[in-house]
Nanobody, 114 residues
Framework: QVQLVESGGGLVQAGGSLRLSCAAS????????MGWYRQAPGKQRELVAT???????NYADSVKGRFTITRDNAKNTVYLQMNNLKPEDTAVYYC????????WGQGTQVTVSS
């Protein structure tokens, strides 16, 4: 069973920055794709960014140029650097990892005030 521990959420003013972290532990299998999703109140969960274990990343159009996803394979940790945050980025952010099957983190709240 894979455990995911997320950290780094919080309250920030528009234009500010936050860095999310998600550490995976307990996997007997090589961790493949890691990613971040978010869910705003009343909306469906949506993709933010993903990254393969080879470092290939993919972003939602709404965050391109502002967010950067990276990972440390030795630590099984994925990061999301979020710059120039906007009020519409407010959501609960979830990490997910592929280790034979997908696992989800518990979510971390990001609130951007205008």
């Amino acid at each position: 069973q894979v455990q995911l521990v997320e950290s780094g959420g919080g309250l920030v003013q528009a234009g500010g920055s936050l860095r999310l972290s998600c550490a995976a532990s307990g996997s007997r299998f090589t961790i493949g794709v890691m990613g971040w999703y978010r869910q705003a109140p009343g909306k469906q969960r949506e993709l933010v960014a993903t990254i393969t274990n080879g470092g290939i990343s993919n972003y939602a159009d709404s965050v391109k140029g502002r967010f950067t996803i990276t990972r440390d394979n030795a630590k099984n940790t994925v990061y999301l650097q979020m710059n120039n945050l906007k009020p519409e980025d407010t959501a609960v952010y979830y990490c997910d990892v592929l280790a034979l099957r997908y696992y989800w983190g518990q979510g971390t709240q990001v609130t951007v005030s205008s």
